[in-house]
């Protein structure tokens, strides 16, 4: 009897040993929430749209690590088009009744798709090249995720009221764990026009309810503004601010020792290239901005890479034109725009209420159950092209009772936000998983790995 509890165990350990070195095969959930937790900043992510949201339904992004502090109800991104007489909008999240109109996977993937998931590196990762040809191989941060979703099916739709437009999202977020950058984390967003034909008025925005710990009744208490475009002084040092919308309070939140602020900096949007311009006077017309042999013909070599971050120019999005922040606008829990016609005309600026066109609500408003759209648009979208949008999302704390909002605080904290972008990504990325060895022993199992 011995003998066989003994073989029992060397067959169980060996096994144990076989299946240690690749990472386990992914379980199958068609919808899939996820959380990033490598730093300071502790988010959940969706494979249907949605973020900043948990499981249940309630608040999901969590700082400092730990705490159990909230900043984030729930998030995602918008997008808006008009079809002839039709005005469709194809929502990632619905503030008003947490909706999110996507489904995971790609176009042609079945609703049981075991691919439709969450990839997070350092398992499961990387995605399946041949189910994911545009999927990222080679994380850049410590904690790479990525998934895709779709919105083609017509029962994710609310009814009544919207269709599929024919997108298909390819979305990547990016943790680093350094002693700058333990309070950032960066979302983007890679949207592809999957309906065959080409999309016009396009507007794409990320929306976002931050609820900074307790919002319900009388606890409604956030701040929002947004800043278009500012200059700090920070420590002798000037720091340029745009396209940033943040969220705050002055009010204590129980048991908490202190209360921080939030922010959102739109860094990437669609290209805003016009036959004959020169948008950021480099020299370059905006048709030839992303031609490489307009380079290797007309410019100089010392000026491929005028910022030095190892991209040519032609390949990075920071010295390309791009459309920007167009709209930053506002509203609450009992004022928001809930139908197609609605949700477009505010990713275009306006009023939804009145028709007046106010793209930017930067006044701060009296304290409320706050939430907030940054928006990019008009564009086209040609069949199967892809338009991507980038946001990095920060928190910190700043000297309430010394300064009235957290401005100066962000500015310091997105001041890395912005390098790390226009840089191109330029930080350290993860180390390769280590070799592990299992080596069978009487009654034990000995570990043993590689730096």
Known sequence: MRRILSLILLITVIGFCRSATPPPAPQYRPFQILKHNVNN?????????????TEAGNSGLFWPKGSGQTYIFGAGPWFGTID????????????????AEYTPGLKDMSSGDPNAIIFMYPSPWPPPADVFPMAPQVPKSHQDSWCAYNDLDISRHMPGDTRPIGLEVYQTVYAWNLSTTRDIIFVRYELKNISGKKLTNCYFGVCTDNDIGNESGTNANDIISGIVLDTFIVEGETLVVDNLGYQWQVADETGWDDVGA????????PWDLKEGQDK?????????????????????????DVDGDGTPDWRDPSQIPQL?????????????????????????GYNFKTGEYTPYDTMPPQPDDQRFLQCSGPFELEADSIAIVLVGIMLTYWPKGIVERPDTALAKVDRTVQYIYDMNWLLPGPPPPPKLTCVPGDGKITLIWDN
């Not at 922010?263 to 949007?269: C, N, R």
């Open 262 to 269: 939030i922010g959102f900096d739109y860094l990437q949007s």
């Open 280 to 304: 950021d006077n480099d020299g370059i017309p905006d048709q030839y901005e992303r031609d490489s042999a307009y380079y290797a013909e007309n410019v100089p070599p010392a000026q491929w």
């Open 324 to 348: 920007g922040m167009t709209a930053f606008k506002r509203f609450t829990l009992n004022l928001e725009p809930n139908k197609d016609n609605e949700r477009y005309v505010t990713l275009a």
């Open 41 to 53: 900043v502790e988010m959940c992510v969706s494979n249907y749209g949605k973020f900043g949201q």
């Open 84 to 99: 002839g007489t039709d005005t469709l909008v194809t929502i990632g999240y619905g503030p008003h009744g947490g909706e």
